[in-house]
Antibody, heavy 122, light 110 residues
């Protein structure tokens, strides 16, 4: 069965960097686009970034562009999110999710991880 | 990337039908057939309920259906059941490799 397991969250101070990981299993990881979506406490979902099946296409939401970098290692079946210059407003549960499509920008996120909480404090 | 507009809340009695709307623009909902709906129970990950406006993933009950007219997409939940009580989010491809979500609707089963 498809499984996505995020890790790497925690409590960090503003300005610090953090890298999230998402370990995928139960499907051919290298065939699918992948996304990061976040949810601030008590708030709605916000798209963060997505990456195509082969890592050649990467796209970002306005609020993280220039600070966050999405990447993947298909040999390790793992998705990453490098987060730099963290701000208090980045505090959220970060979910990785699989797109139904190879490039993935269209969305249709059919499997989600359980999420990892990132808390940025000053 | 402006968020899509959803009503904050919706409700219905068991067995009834409820419709949740999701309003965007011609640059997102109205421009592409890539509208999805997600169900999220408290402290759980979202679950895909509808994709490409009206398609249901395997395992999603046919009580859930989706449609679109112009810049507004809709999720209809028929034959409401207690376990349908959850938050529902729409999303749409918004062009230029952007994805946008709605603000969410809390569905209460009375």
């Amino acid at each position: 069965q498809v499984q996505l397991v995020e890790s790497g969250g925690g409590v960090v101070q503003t300005g610090i960097s953090l890298r999230l990981s998402c370990a995928a299993s139960g499907f051919t990881f290298s065939n699918y686009g992948m996304h990061w979506v976040r949810q601030a406490p008590g708030k709605g979902l916000e798209w963060v970034a997505d990456i195509g099946y082969d890592g050649s296409n990467k796209f970002y939401g306005d609020s993280v562009r220039g600070r966050f970098t999405i990447s993947r290692d298909n040999s390790k079946n793992t998705l990453y999110l490098q987060m730099n210059s963290l701000r208090a407003e980045d505090t959220a549960v970060f979910y990785c999710a699989r797109s139904r499509y190879s490039y993935g920008s269209e969305g249709s996120l059919d499997y989600w991880g359980q999420g990892t909480l990132v808390t940025v404090s000053s | 990337q402006s968020a899509l507009t959803q009503p904050p809340s919706a409700s219905g009695s068991p067995g009834q039908s409820v419709i949740i709307s999701c309003t965007g623009t011609s640059s997102d909902v109205g421009g592409y057939n890539y509208v999805s709906w997600y169900q999220q129970h408290p402290d759980k990950a979202p679950k895909l309920m509808i994709y490409e406006v009206s398609k249901r993933p395997s395992g999603v009950p046919d009580r859930f259906s989706g449609s679109k007219s112009g810049n507004t997409a809709s999720l209809t939940v028929s034959g409401l059941q207690a376990e349908d009580e959850a938050d529902y989010y729409c999303s749409s491809y918004a062009g230029s490799n952007n994805l946008v979500f709605g603000g969410g609707t809390k569905l209460t089963v009375l």
